[in-house]
Every structure is written in C-alpha cells, then in structure tokens.
C-alpha cells in the first residue's frame, strides 16, 4: 500500500482517535486532516487528480463524509491542503548550513532528492498531479520552484565566475534538473535519482555568467501557417478544435461535445476518429511534434555548422510557437495536465531534435551524455513554459540567445556559446 508523510495508507483507518473527554478536539481535527492528507497522496497516486473522489478519501481515511466536508469544501480543496502541507517539509530541507556555497547546492539536492525516494507518492502529487489540480496547485508549485532558484542564485553569486548568472539560465538549470527529477517520477524510476545527483551538479556548475548580457530583441510574430492534413478537412479541424479549446479553456475543463462543436461535427463523427478526449489530444501533440521538427530540420539545413544550426533551429521553432500561441499552449503548458502518456508523446521531439543535431555534428564532436542532453532541453522547456504562462507567447523569440547559450554552454564552454548565441556581438 502506498507509503505517504502520514503513515502508510492500509493503516489509516486503525489511526482514528475517537471523540471524547479525554481527547482535545484540536488534536482529534489534527488526526483527522492528517488521514484525510494521506488519503489525498494515496488516492492521486492510484487514481490521478482527475478520477479521484471524495468517496475514495473518506474510504481510505476512515473520515466521516460530514466530517469532511467539515474541514473542506470539495476534493480540489483537500488536495491544496496536503500540497501545502508537503511543500513545508519539502521546505525545511532546504535551510541554509554553514558549508561553502558548491557543498550548500549538493546538500539541497541530495536532501530534496532524498524525500523524493522516501516519499515518491507525494512528490508525484506536488510535481505531476499538480498540473491537472488548476492554477492554484501550479501556483503553488511555481512559487516553490521559485524558491529553488533563489536559492540557487544565491548560491551561484558567491562564485565569481558565476556572479551575476541571468535569470533565465539560472531558471533553465533548476528547469533541467526538474524535469530529470519529474521524468523519473512519472516512470517510477525515482530510486535511479540518488545517483544522479553528482551529474547533474556537474551540469549544472558547467554554467558561467556570460561577458555580455543575453539580449533578447523584439521580433514581430508571423501569422501561422497551418499546413493541410491528409485524413481531410474533418479531422483538421477536429485537431485545430482540439488545440484551440483546451489552449482556452485547459485540458481538465474541455470536453468532447466542445471539441465536436468547435470542429463543426457531430459526436458520431468524432468518435469516428477519436476513442477518447486524450486520444484527439495526443494527436494534436502529433501534430504539433511534426511541425517542430520539420522547421528544425529546415533552419539547421540552412547552415554549415551544426552548433550555428542549434541557434537556427531553436529560432525556427520559436517562431512556430509564437506564429501559434494556442499551439505554443497545449505543447508547454496543457500536455502536463493531460497526464504521462502526453508527455512521454511530446517528449519524442526532443529525441527527434537529438538525433538531428547528432547527423548534423562532426566526427569527434560531442553533445554530451544522454543526462546533459536530458537536462539541457529540460531547462529549455522551463523558459518556454515560463514565456508561455506569464509573458506573451508572441514574443517567444525573444528566448532564442538565451536558450542557444543554455544549449551550448556545457558543449562549448562559455565563451564559444556566447558567440553562437549571439553572432558578430559576442
């Protein structure tokens, strides 16, 4: 049974504390939340956040369903609660030591790295499930991110080579190591993670303050161009139904009738085509995977070199997403919300985007160990899905000099990314 903060799950109900003389009314209320919090971890990690019910809290944690509703309004509540709740723990083990500023990094990786393996359920809870929860839980899981790159800015400062770090490298490394960190979980490899920690410091020290800022220049947004389907006009516009409603109105709250309405078909002919609302949007991700990659293939074609080609195609894929914002949407932001098999589809473009800069390298070139690559185009993808949800997704190219020199940074050191991040002023 699954293992939460508050005691294994099978166990919970044997926990309750009965009401009396004896027993102060804050501390049954305490046993009580505390069930209810363990119920909510186990319940999410069987079920996922969507299918969850309150029924299955209050079978899991031997709570009253009035008791319940007593302590919160609905299951989204509850499930805040016990967010919160593991955030503080997670909290603590990130308190400042004395140790030198490279010691006091490994600590807090190696101390959150630990509760994760310990506690794998509720770091599932926090770092996947958070997603399909709404804005409030992803609220909270920025704002703890957040404080995870404060730290590590802080840290990088009091080295000199590294004072002064820009923003957006220093949210691509914390990016990086998140979604090393959130891959495992989703796949249930987190026990591989302890091991990966010293690699991903090392990745993540590769990293100096660049001699020049990393501009990012004002680009207009071209109208986006979408390219014919073969299937017919049916399902074109199904997947641009697809990836404009759920861009609006999220993943969660979207449902078949809207998709078959805004595609302009019946229910009968959706279904033609699509089992189910996560199979017409894992088609939508398709589609969106083959234009990426397309346009990649396209600007890295346009140029000799294979690291000026990181730059291009990076810029080329940027202006794909800023050409289409909804499309921009569902790739960073929407397919978290949909749940692993999602994910794991749009992931296959990274691996398309490794195997094009591989073909294009030359004979003694490396890109670096399949981690650093991991790690790298995770850190990438944080400062997409930054751009997307809290600036304007019009303005994706403006993160083309400071993704080229995430990319290239580790491969070439400092000051070679630096050039190819920003040609003729570097």
């Keep these: 049974m699954t293992r939460t903060p508050w005691g294994n799950a099978d166990e919970l109900r044997a926990r309750r504390l ?43 944690s031997g709570v009253s369903r009035s008791a319940f509703y007593r302590y919160f309004a609905n299951k989204h509540d509850c499930f805040l609660a016990t967010f919160d709740a593991i955030l503080a723990a997670a ?41 399909a929860a709404g804005p409030a839980a992803i609220e909270r899981l920025e704002a703890a991110t957040g404080r995870i790159e404060r730290l590590f800015k802080r840290e990088l400062s009091r080295s000199p080579e590294r004072a002064g770090m820009p923003p957006d490298v220093v949210r691509a490394i914390v990016g990086g190591i998140h979604q090393t960190v959130r891959t495992r979980l989703r796949r249930g490899e987190e026990h591989a993670l302890p091991a990966l920690v010293p690699d991903l410091l090392a990745w993540a020290l590769e990293y100096r303050a660049p001699a020049q800022p990393l501009r990012r220049p004002r680009v207009r947004a071209q109208a986006s161009v979408t390219p014919p389907l ?68 396209d600007a890295c074609d346009g140029v000799p070199d294979w690291r000026d080609g990181v730059r291009e195609a990076l810029d080329a894929v940027f202006a794909l997403l800023a050409s289409d914002p909804a499309l921009a949407r569902i790739v960073a932001v929407e397919a978290h919300a949909a749940g692993p098999r999602a994910i794991e589809r749009r992931d296959v473009a990274l691996i398309d985007f490794q195997a094009l800069l591989e073909a294009r390298a030359e004979p003694g070139d490396s890109l670096g160990s399949p981690l650093v690559f991991e790690a790298t185009v995770g850190g990438v993808l944080a400062l997409v899905y930054e751009q997307i949800r809290h600036r304007r997704a019009e303005r994706m190219r403006e993160l083309t000099p400071a993704a080229a020199y995430v990319v290239l940074s580790p491969l070439l050191g400092a000051d070679k990314a630096l050039t190819v991040a920003l040609p003729g002023r570097a």
């Design 230 to 297: 073969a299937d017919g006009a049916v399902v074109e516009r199904l997947l641009g139904a697809v990836t404009s409603a759920t861009a609006e109105r999220g993943y969660p709250q979207t449902t078949v009738i809207e998709l078959a309405t805004a595609g302009r078909a019946s229910l009968t002919t959706f279904y033609a085509h699509f089992a189910t609302k996560e199979d017409a949007f894992l088609a939508a991700l398709d589609r969106a995977r083959d234009r990426s990659v397309a346009v990649a293939r």
């Design 18 to 60: 009965r009401p009396g003389p004896a027993r102060a009314p804050h501390l049954v209320a305490q046993n009580q939340r505390e069930r209810l919090f363990a119920a909510t971890v186990a319940a999410v990690d069987e079920h996922g956040y969507e299918a969850m019910r309150v029924e299955d809290l209050v079978s899991l």
């Design 91 to 131: 909290d603590e083990a990130l308190d400042a030591s004395d140790e030198p500023w490279d010691r006091r990094l490994r600590s807090a990786l190696d101390a959150l790295v630990g509760l994760i393996v310990d506690q794998p359920a509720a770091a599932r809870l926090c770092l996947v499930e958070a997603y």
